[in-house]
Every structure is written in C-alpha cells, then in structure tokens.
Nanobody
Framework: QVQLVESGGGLVQPGGSLRLSCAASGSIISINAMGWYRQAPGKERELVAQIISGGSANYADSVKGRFTISRDNAKNTVYLQMNSLKPEDTAVYYC??????????????WGQGTQVTVSS
C-alpha cells in the first residue's frame, strides 16, 4: 500500500505565499509522475501542476508564473510553491502520484487533501 501525506495548507492574504509538501511512502517501485490538483466548492477537480520523473513540469494556465512544482526523488516528495496567491486559488489541494510497476501497469494514488484559503 502507498500513502501520500500532505502538509502546508492554511489561510493567507491575497498576494501572499504558501508551500505545500507531499511525501509518498509504502510499497513504491517507481514514481512516474507527481502532481497537485485542486477542487473549489461547486467545481470539478482540476490539475494545477504536474512533474514527471524526468523533471519536466506542466501547469494550469491560471497558475503559470505564480506556482512552481518541484520534486525530491530521494525523498519521494513533491512541493508546490505558491506565490502571488489570489482568492480564486482557494480550494482543497490534493496530491497525486502515478506509480509504475515492472508489469507495465500503473496505479493512481491520492492524498487526503489540504485546505488553502486566500482571503483578507
């Protein structure tokens, strides 16, 4: 079994910064990609940022230039540095990991979510 444990959410004023962390542990052979999704009240879950094993990353247009995703492969940990936060960034942020197996199959794992609230 694999567990994803997130930390770093909270309340911040508009224009402020937060850093989210997500550590994966358990029966891990290889992690193909790790990323962050978010879900605001009444909205569908959306991709915020993702980083693949080779290190390349992609971002939602709404966060480009403000958010930076990074990964520590030795610690199986992914980070999301969020700067210039806006009220519309308010959501529950979920960590995601796509794990690969020798058979060629993949499995998706999710964290429990961490609340980010941007408000004055």
């Amino acid at each position: 079994q694999v567990q994803l444990v997130e930390s770093g959410g909270g309340l911040v004023q508009p224009g402020g910064s937060l850093r989210l962390s997500c550590a994966a542990s358990g029966s891990i052979i290889s992690i193909n990609a790790m990323g962050w999704y978010r879900q605001a009240p009444g909205k569908e879950r959306e991709l915020v940022a993702q980083i693949i094993s080779g290190g390349s990353a992609n971002y939602a247009d709404s966060v480009k230039g403000r958010f930076t995703i990074s990964r520590d492969n030795a610690k199986n940990t992914v980070y999301l540095q969020m700067n210039s936060l806006k009220p519309e960034d308010t959501a529950v942020y979920y960590c995601n990991a796509l794990l690969g197996y020798p058979s060629g199959s993949y499995s998706d794992y999710w964290g429990q979510g961490t609340q980010v609230t941007v408000s004055s």
